[in-house]
């Protein structure tokens, strides 16, 4: 395990993907750590057990300059709660420059219904069953009212809605984006957020039903890091990595899935198992990504499955021709230009 550099890296602070815990596997959930020189990072989802993995890299709150969500499902976005909250004892008095967390808008519509459904579900929240970045964060933040207001109140603790500022992202209309009819169109990387450090780009990746599905790209003096977030191959993403000096690509085992699912005639198997073949990508895939941009490494991560399946990840090696990483939770990885 490599925790420290001493250039631009990133720190993988969970490998897994899945709105599950991996029974046997030491893989938590998916959030990566981009790390500059002098010790600001910016935080790219934020899955299950991202705090403890900020205080194992020895990454203090008080440093992170943003927090980016590449799209709204739980594995990426669970403890969002648990940073709001808990991050009160860590970045006190920074009311006069909340930390962004930039991620998708609300759809403003539900995805069609699957196929494989015989008859209409309840869903959650009618109302408004498809809320964005910035209305998830503050309803969560809500929900804790009875301890955040004992702490505010009698601690004298700061309001979290005044030390993050949650923000939605704005798709450009010129893409012709649609939740429903037109999810992934072609379109050149957009301009999300920018600091005096970094400028943030992203691009509409496919992960159906979801939509939007975000790819980031993080450009900076020393070098450049792209994120796939979840998505089956994207020519999308090939435009987002071009050249890039580090690729975070996902990956999936579809050997398991067909282990998991295969053979299964009921409603729930086979809708699961076809989720899992239009929405994501398998390695080989992933590096045909990385190959086409020219991405000097390539790292794959939101495994699924978040177990040892060593063999079936580095089966890319052979196919790359760049650098090739399969990292643990709390390994480093340079984006270093030079």
Do not use: C
């Given at each position: 395990m490599t925790t420290h550099h001493t250039g631009p890296h990133i720190v993988a602070l969970g490998t897994s993907g899945g709105p599950r815990w991996w029974k046997g596997g030491n893989r938590t959930g998916i959030a990566?750590?981009?790390?500059?020189?002098?010790?600001?990072?910016?935080?790219?989802?934020?899955?299950?057990?991202?705090?403890?993995?900020l205080e194992q890299a020895g990454l203090p709150l008080h440093k992170m300059r943003g927090i980016f969500i590449t799209h709204l499902h739980s594995d990426h976005t669970v403890d969002l709660a648990s940073?709001?909250?808990?991050?009160?004892?860590?970045?006190?008095?920074?009311?006069?420059?909340?930390?962004?967390?930039?991620?998708?808008?609300?759809?403003?519509?539900?995805?069609?219904?699957?196929?494989?459904?015989?008859?209409?579900?309840?869903?959650?929240?009618?109302?408004?069953?498809?809320?964005?970045?910035?209305?998830?964060?503050?309803?969560?933040?809500?929900?804790?009212?009875?301890?955040?207001?004992?702490?505010?109140?009698?601690?004298?603790?700061?309001?979290p809605l005044d030390l993050f500022d949650p923000q939605d992202v704005v798709v450009p209309a010129e893409t012709g984006f649609h939740p429903n009819e037109n999810m992934t169109p072609d379109c050149e990387p957009f301009l999300v957020f920018e600091d005096e450090q970094v400028k943030v780009y992203a691009t509409l990746v496919e992960h159906p039903p979801i939509a939007p599905a975000f790819g980031f790209r993080f450009e900076t003096a020393e070098g450049s890091v792209a994120f796939s977030g979840d998505t089956t191959f994207t020519p999308n993403m090939i435009t987002l990595a071009k050249d890039v000096d580090l690729l975070m690509h996902e990956a999936i085992d579809f050997d398991f899935i067909e282990e998991l699912y295969g053979g299964r005639?009921?409603?729930?198997?086979?809708?699961?198992?076809?989720?899992?073949?239009?929405?994501?990508?398998?390695?080989?895939?992933?590096?045909?990504?990385?190959?086409?941009?020219?991405?000097?490494?390539?790292?794959?991560?939101?495994?699924?499955?978040?177990?040892?399946?060593?063999?079936?990840?580095?089966?890319?090696?052979?196919?790359?021709?760049?650098?090739?990483?399969?990292?643990e939770d709390l390994d480093a990885i340079s984006f270093a230009r030079d």
């Open positions: 990566t750590a981009v790390v500059l020189p002098n010790g600001d990072f910016y935080l790219v989802d934020a899955g299950s057990g991202v705090g403890r993995r940073l709001g909250i808990f991050g009160l004892y860590e970045i006190e008095g920074k009311t006069d420059k909340p930390i962004p967390i930039v991620g998708p808008g609300n759809r403003g519509m539900l995805p069609p219904l699957s196929k494989f459904a015989t008859e209409e579900p309840k869903i959650v929240n009618p109302e408004n069953p498809t809320p964005g970045t910035a209305e998830m964060f503050t309803k969560l933040m809500e929900a804790y009212a009875t301890d955040l207001n004992d702490r505010i109140i009698d601690s004298r603790r700061a309001n005639t009921d409603e729930l198997s086979r809708a699961s198992k076809e989720h899992h073949y239009k929405s994501h990508t398998s390695v080989e895939d992933a590096v045909r990504v990385a190959q086409e941009a020219g991405a000097r490494r390539l790292a794959l991560h939101h495994l699924v499955p978040g177990l040892d399946q060593t063999k079936v990840w580095e089966r890319g090696r052979n196919h790359f021709d760049g650098e090739f990483f399969v990292p």
